[in-house]
């Protein structure tokens, strides 16, 4: 698999069995709750934590790692110090899971690879044109709030003094 690689300070990320795996994954994006929500759902042979990309927890658990690259690109870390990112770690995830694993392993081969490839980019594109996908278009920060039942939703800042103008 392309786009694996071992943090430094592992203990030889390359030998070591995988026990446990931690997905990052954007917490302000609908699709990527989405897909939280389902990996949730899902049988595992190899346990799966899901922990927002760029939290407090993900930047103390993992020091080392980039984490502003971790809300760009799928990031998943496994508990002997390896680092999947883009279609890798949508491969290892899909391996982790009891019913996916078969599939995991075409995605492997060459083949299966671009296929994956093919996949990670067509759904990124898709999260940054879409408002409400992610993309950056609705935020937290910015007075959008989701609900999973409701959906996007958005309380305009308090107006203090003479910050907020009128139509």
């Given at each position: 698999m392309s786009g694996v690689t071992a943090t430094h300070g592992d203990?030889?990320?390359?030998?070591?069995?995988?026990?446990?795996?931690?997905?990052?994954y954007d917490a302000e994006c609908s699709l990527c709750?989405?897909?939280?929500?389902?990996?949730?759902?899902?049988?595992?042979?190899?346990?799966?934590?899901?922990?927002?990309?760029?939290?407090g927890a993900a930047r103390a658990r993992f020091p080392g790692l980039d984490h502003r690259s971790t809300l760009e690109e799928i990031t998943v870390v496994g508990d002997g110090?390896?680092?999947?990112?883009?279609?890798?770690?949508?491969?290892?995830?899909?391996?982790?899971?009891?019913?996916?694993?078969?599939?995991?392993?075409?995605?492997?081969?060459?083949?299966?690879?671009?296929l994956a490839k093919g996949a990670v980019l067509a759904a990124a594109k898709w999260r940054g044109a879409r408002p409400g996908w992610g993309g950056g278009v609705y935020r937290r920060g910015d007075g959008w709030t989701y609900d999973p039942h409701g959906g996007w939703s958005y309380t305009a800042p308090d107006c203090a003094g003479s910050s907020c103008t009128t139509p």
């Open positions: 203990r030889g990320a390359a030998r070591v069995p995988v026990r446990r795996l931690t997905v990052l709750a989405f897909v939280r929500d389902w990996l949730v759902r899902q049988r595992q042979l190899v346990p799966l934590e899901l922990v927002p990309a760029g939290s110090g390896q680092v999947y990112r883009g279609a890798a770690a949508w491969v290892v995830t899909l391996w982790a899971l009891r019913e996916h694993r078969p599939l995991a392993h075409r995605l492997s081969t060459p083949s299966g690879a671009r």
